[in-house]
């Protein structure tokens, strides 16, 4: 497949320890925001959302971090496996509609 | 329950020709969006279409057109090609009216143009 991760930041990881992946969105009205995985030649996959109304929410083997103060966002994937290895993009919806816009990727290298 | 699915998978088309792209909605989803996605960069909004008329648009042309069907599936339109279309297009279904905003994207259709 192709790849998707031409010219990304790369964030390389030890097989085992915990990843972070940061993000900075710019729009301020932004309501929801959303994690996606995006693995060469494939869509991007849904890993978890949160409100702008939270600051913090877990899921399995993911949390996200929001801080509207400074509009940032972090995802942190604990125990990085070699399954994670793929683009990892962050996403901000405002608006009416859901128009989703997502932000520059980071492409996560687990080391084994 | 079936996911998203496009066609075609890859496509190859000359400057100045028109391209037609199909996306058939995960079971159950009313809303359909799609986005281009350039190689080394993230999806960019192209449109989405809700109740089969288009429901917000991005910055793109008006030579990018869409449909939606009553059973809910959509075609991507492009007239008069350029070099700079060439990427991946994806299109990503979702339900309106849940309060749920998660999207779920199709394989995307590589289109290269020559």
């Known amino acids: 497949g192709e790849s998707v991760g031409l010219h990304l930041p790369t964030l390389s990881v030890q097989e085992g320890d915990n990843s972070i992946i940061n993000c900075a969105y710019s729009?301020?009205?932004?309501?929801?925001f959303i994690w996606y995985k995006q693995e060469s030649g494939k869509g991007p996959q849904f890993i978890i959302d949160?409100?702008?109304?939270?600051d913090k929410r877990q899921g399995q083997r993911v949390t996200v971090l929001l801080n509207k103060t400074v509009k940032h966002l972090s995802l942190q994937i604990a125990a990085t496996q070699p399954g994670d290895s793929a683009v990892y993009f962050c996403a901000e919806k405002g608006g009416g509609y859901q128009k989703v816009t997502f932000g520059i990727g980071t492409k996560l290298q687990v080391i084994p | 329950e079936t996911g998203v699915t496009q066609s075609p998978t890859h496509l190859i088309k000359t400057r100045g020709q028109q391209v037609t792209l199909r996306c058939s909605s995960q079971s159950g989803h009313n809303t359909v969006s799609w986005y281009q996605q350039a190689l080394g960069q993230g999806p960019q909004f192209i449109f989405q279409y809700y109740r089969e008329e288009e429901n917000g648009r991005g910055n793109f042309p008006p030579r990018f057109s869409g449909l939606q069907f009553p059973n809910y599936s959509s075609e991507l339109n492009v007239n008069a090609l350029e070099l700079d279309d060439s990427a991946l297009y994806l299109c990503a279904s979702s339900l309106t009216g849940t309060g749920s905003y998660e999207q779920y994207f199709g394989p995307g259709t590589r289109l290269t143009v020559t």
């Open positions: 729009n301020s009205a932004s309501d929801y």
């Open positions: 949160i409100r702008s109304n939270m």
